[in-house]
T-cell receptor, first 113, second 114 residues
Framework: DAKTTQPPSMDCAEGRAANLPCNHSTISGNEYVYWYRQIHSQGPQYIIHGLKNNETNEMASLIITEDRKSSTLILPHATLRDTAVYYCIVRVAGVNRDDKIIFGKGTRLHILP | DSGVTQTPKHLITATGQRVTLRCSPRSGDLSVYWYQQSLDQGLQFLIQYYNGEERAKGNILERFSAQQFPDLHSELNLSSLELGDSALYFC?????????????FGEGSWLTVV
């Protein structure tokens, strides 16, 4: 079973910041938080990941709370092309590990023109 | 472009037949994963290989099998196909590092069983 809880759907106006929340209250100390998205019927696309510090890349920012029990993915200026299902995943990663991704239902983000 | 290549992109076959889906991982990636996504369904993990050996198994049917070859490409074999096997099949790959690894997905193979 997925170890995260996400709202099933969200709307965001084009050009505004999209803030997608994720709860992972049972996260272990060696588990990372990963975010992926899937645009309709395309392969899941990696967005960003982090362990405990906030992270930023060209696509998004990831804010992880100090207790690591929740996180927020921020798309700073959402466009129509950001309409997708967003998955928050916690997983162990590293050598000698079963590190597959177990996908939950994710959040269906609609960007409104 | 994730660097993971899957062939064929589309495949239509009849019930009872057998098909093979092929995956070329990103250069240098040792781990390969297979997922199934049926219409309006979630992404279901099937199986993972690491450097030629099976690492983890999910809800993969006995009619399905996979392998990873010495050149690290992988094949997913689906036999005695049923209508319900119609789905998108994704392959993914990663290079496992102690500091964490990112899994990258291909664009999938659409299988239609008629």
């Amino acid at each position: 079973d997925a170890k995260t809880t996400q709202p099933p759907s969200m709307d965001c106006a084009e050009g505004r910041a999209a803030n997608l929340p994720c709860n992972h209250s049972t996260i272990s100390g060696n588990e990372y938080v990963y975010w992926y998205r899937q645009i309709h019927s395309q392969g899941p696309q990696y967005i960003i990941h982090g362990l405990k510090n906030n992270e930023t890349n060209e696509m998004a920012s990831l804010i992880i709370t100090e207790d690591r029990k929740s996180s927020t993915l921020i798309l700073p200026h959402a466009t129509l092309r950001d309409t997708a299902v967003y998955y928050c995943i916690v997983r162990v990663a590293g050598v000698n590990r079963d590190d597959k991704i177990i996908f939950g239902k994710g959040t269906r983000l609609h960007i409104l023109p | 472009d994730s660097g993971v290549t899957q062939t064929p992109k589309h495949l239509i076959t009849a019930t009872g037949q057998r098909v093979t889906l092929r995956c070329s991982p990103r250069s240098g990636d040792l781990s390969v994963y297979w997922y199934q996504q049926s219409l309006d369904q979630g992404l279901q993990f099937l199986i993972q290989y690491y450097n030629g050996e099976e690492r983890a198994k999910g809800n993969i049917l006995e009619r399905f099998s996979a392998q990873q070859f010495p050149d690290l490409h992988s094949e997913l074999n689906l036999s005695s196909l049923e209508l319900g096997d119609s789905a998108l099949y994704f392959c993914a790959s990663s290079l496992i590092r102690p500091s964490g690894n990112t899994i990258y997905f291909g664009e999938g193979s659409w299988l239609t069983v008629v």
